[in-house]
T-cell receptor
Framework: EAGVAQSPRYKIIEKRQSVAFWCNPISGHATLYWYQQILGQGPKLLIQFQNNGVVDDSQLPKDRFSAERLKGVDSTLKIQPAKLEDSAVYLC??????????????FGPGTRLTVL | GNSVTQMEGPVTLSEEAFLTINCTYTATGYPSLFWYVQYPGEGLQLLLKATKADDKGSNKGFEATYRKETTSFHLEKGSVQVSDSAVYFCALSELRAGNMLTFGGGTRLMVKP
């Protein structure tokens, strides 16, 4: 089966510009996550979707970050305006719904963002 | 809140050496525990998992046992290979918290021939 797809793989922008990342989860995976991984650290959750509804966005800096999953499949994460400290790898992950996918998440290759 | 602490790297070993990467956790409930691995240039992959106390997860010669009494999930391998060079992340998730993963900081393993 196809894995989690993300694009672009790399993005370089200047501070105060905007950027968007796209994620297509594994077919049938109702739960989708976005994580931020700063160099040398473990990934940190930004937002979790169940189908097209937000389950947890408590760690999302809502003044500049937004995310949507309009049809319960693909998702987009946007940053506007970007800051230097947003330089990181943005990871998308998905899992099966309910107990069938208990805990186990499948990760995409990530988008490496560099803010200059 | 939940947290995961793992030993800092890098860990440098010779091929066929024994590997231990320590991981301890703090959780308010009964988490599932995971080790994920990130090979150079690749995405995160699940290496092994354990969902309840005393469970042992194993894969590719790696093992880790869920120790509730010491809140630990140490990763071990009896004989490492150069191809095991990667960054290893310990993580936990709880069903009541939406199964979001809480990761440790990662440990870089370098295996020399």
């Amino acid at each position: 089966e196809a894995g989690v797809a993300q694009s672009p793989r790399y993005k370089i922008i200047e501070k105060r510009q905007s950027v968007a990342f796209w994620c297509n989860p594994i077919s049938g995976h109702a739960t989708l996550y976005w994580y931020q991984q700063i160099l040398g650290q473990g990934p940190k959750l930004l937002i979790q979707f169940q189908n097209n509804g937000v389950v947890d966005d408590s760690q999302l800096p809502k003044d500049r970050f937004s995310a949507e999953r309009l049809k319960g499949v693909d998702s987009t994460l946007k940053i506007q305006p970007a800051k230097l400290e947003d330089s990181a790898v943005y990871l998308c992950a998905s899992r099966l719904p309910g107990l069938a996918g208990l805990g186990e998440q499948f990760f995409g290759p990530g988008t490496r963002l560099t803010v200059l | 809140g939940n947290s995961v602490t793992q030993m800092e790297g890098p860990v440098t070993l010779s091929e066929e050496a024994f590997l231990t990467i320590n991981c301890t956790y703090t959780a308010t409930g009964y988490p599932s525990l995971f080790w994920y691995v990130q090979y150079p240039g690749e995405g995160l992959q699940l290496l092994l998992k354990a969902t309840k106390a005393d469970d042992k997860g194993s894969n590719k010669g790696f093992e880790a046992t869920y120790r509730k009494e010491t809140t630990s999930f140490h990763l071990e391998k009896g004989s490492v290979q150069v191809s095991d060079s990667a960054v290893y992340f310990c993580a936990l998730s709880e069903l009541r918290a939406g199964n979001m993963l809480t990761f440790g900081g990662g440990t870089r393993l370098m295996v020399k021939p």
